[in-house]
């Protein structure tokens, strides 16, 4: 287990001594990994053994991880949930932690479905704003003068709200936005931090774009917390670019945009600029998009966003809005835990992990093995593995414990081992554990439907249409049952677009990808019906994103869901389908 983390050779461009010292601690933290993991769980064991939750379990103070794993169990959201709640509620003693929390992070819900409350602290968010500054050192090795230019980065705030108890509630990126710690950056970005605060979406997003584009030549990189918002933002710039204009040409402000912090702000900023107002209607005015980013910011080196798991579909439009630059997915984080960090941003999307910090938590790992049962029995625990001893190749569930009341918490992502940066395993985001869609025995999880998805997509390529957003429904009111699946796609040439023969084909080549389970109950057993594809019209996606959000989804967070069942959704979208496809024939199958 050697590193490959250089601090400097020929190859490799002199950093900072700042940038130095951090580079050598990620050193010093993947060479000790066990050893740090051991000194962590020791500290949170011994500064929350008078809680509650501890004592239940009878753990007498022991910081020991024999004793942590022989009286811990392994445990879910639903477990905790009372006490949580009963936090929430303005229960002050130490039910889960000994340290009085200062909020509760609020997760986004579009993963598994259910918006969860985590307990935080003043310093748990230090802790994470410390890693992010090491993230900026493997940058800046990466990619050297940063400093010299800005980002334009689609970062939002969502409104707040607090418990019955007095607790504040609110997503893990409003306490970062709002903290001293960002404040000192706010130099990078070209964003005021007035428009990044503003808790109306639209005129947040308008307000980014505007100041993006006036400070055109000095963005280096564009960035979101996910590659869907780097795509919805290039979605209203298709939308709004006239306004934008209009805005930049005359030197004053949209009358839509009536915030007035942000009014107050802008009027400072904003002077008439004809030439670069025409520049971007020359550019926007063109029906082909493909590289606007690169025309519109000339001086983009790469892209900021997460674009694995689910969101490495989104990396072809990506390539297609910036001309193939770059896009670096540089962390793996949660509302429950920050894991780790991508040691390699420039690799390859398809090839990027991240390696475990092995002082953020107490990590343990469950062999992820689909093909066995799972254990159900109090009598028989999961066998768990620690964090330097997993195994290149297989495919782990990482169980938390943290400095904020989690303990052996199963956090539902499956993670495959890459391999190790010194002692310290970095991972693939695989995929969320939940099954999204089963009509008999079938299950179907987002990776396979992804694959699916992709296998499909290659018909479309001659048409020169791509898919924008997918989502998935499995229809049970029909006999037998059938999976349908909702497409938005973008067609470049309409007088070449595909027609119903291939998409149809396109049906049976997702039937095609899916496994044996799902084939066999098609052309066997007949328990399900033909695949379905639903195509939609285009901003359906937007629309049903701004539903979400109406009804308190996250915009920093919000994914789509890769399967929907809530009859208002599946309404929403079916009111915007504009034709249906079905698999024309039998997928393949043998015995």
Known sequence: MTSDFALSSPLVPRVSEKDAKALQYIEELTRNAATFQETVLAEILSRNANSEYLQRYKLGGATDRETFKLKLPVITYEDIKPDIQRMADGDRSAVLLASPISEFLKSSGTSSGEQKLFPSTQEELDRRHFQISLLRAVMNRCMPGLDEGKGLYFLFVRPETRTPGGLLVRPASNSMYKSDHFKTRLHDYTTPIEAILCADSFQSMYTHMLCGLLEREQVLRLGALFASGLLRAMRFLQIHWQALANDIETGTLNQKITDPSIRDCMARILKPRPELAELIRMECSEENWEGII????????????????????????????????????????????????????????????????????????????????????????PKLVDLVDVEVGKEYEPIITN???????????????????NASPHFHFVRRKDALLSIDYDKTDEADLQKAVENASRLLREFDTRIVEYTSYAEKKTNPGHYVIYWEILVKDPANSPTDDVLKRCCLAMEESLDS???????????????????????????????????????????????VSSTSTLKLLDSRVISKHFSPSLPHWTT
């Open 294 to 381: 690169a025309r519109i910011w000339p001086n983009t080196k790469y892209l900021d966003a997460v674009a694995t798991g689910s969101m490495e579909q989104y990396i072809h439009l990506l390539d297609y809005y910036s001309g193939s630059l770059p896009i670096a997915s540089m962390l793996y984080s949660s509302s429950e835990c920050f894991f780790g960090l991508n040691l390699n941003p420039m690799c390859k999307t398809s090839e990027a992990s991240y390696t475990i910090m092995p002082n953020m938590a107490y990590f343990e790992f469950l062999l992820h093995d689909p093909g066995s049962p799972a254990s159900t029995s109090d009598f028989q625990p």
């Open 403 to 421: 400095y904020t009341g989690l303990y052996r918490y199963k956090v539902g992502d499956i993670l495959r081992v890459a391999g190790f940066h």
């Open 517 to 563: 389970a799902y084939r066999e109950a098609r052309v066997v057993d007949k328990t399900i019906g033909p695949l379905e594809i639903r195509l939609v019209k285009t901003g359906a996606f937007e629309e049903l994103m701004d539903y979400a959000i109406s009804r308190g989804a996250l915009i920093n967070q919000y994914k789509v869901a890769r399967c």
